[in-house]
Nanobody
Framework: QVQLVESGGGLVQPGGSLRLSCAAS????????MGWYRQAPGKQRELVAT???????NYTDSVKGRFTISRDNTKNAVYLQMNSLKPEDTAVYYC?????????WGQGTQVTVSS
């Protein structure tokens, strides 16, 4: 089984930056897809960005041009560089991994964008 552990969340001012990291453990294979989802208060969990082992990347429209996802296939790790943060980016961010129809989730890390 795969365990995902996120880090890098915190409190930042509007316009600031944060870098989220997610490390996968317990896998002896290269995970097909890894990414980030987020859930804000009163809202449904939504996709932020995903990247496959072949480097196919998808972003939700609201973060395009501001966020950058990357991964290290040898480590089964995924990262999210978040720039030009806005208050509406405030949410719990969850690391996600998918492989052969199975989804794995981290426990979440809080990102708060506020003055």
């Amino acid at each position: 089984q795969v365990q995902l552990v996120e880090s890098g969340g915190g409190l930042v001012q509007p316009g600031g930056s944060l870098r989220l990291s997610c490390a996968a453990s317990g896998s002896g294979f290269s995970i097909y897809a890894m990414g980030w989802y987020r859930q804000a208060p009163g809202k449904q969990r939504e996709l932020v960005a995903t990247v496959t082992s072949g480097d196919t990347i998808n972003y939700t429209d609201s973060v395009k041009g501001r966020f950058t996802i990357s991964r290290d296939n040898t480590k089964n790790a995924v990262y999210l560089q978040m720039n030009s943060l806005k208050p509406e980016d405030t949410a719990v961010y969850y690391c996600n991994a998918r492989h052969i129809g199975i989804a794995y989730w981290g426990q979440g890390t809080q990102v708060t964008v506020s003055s």
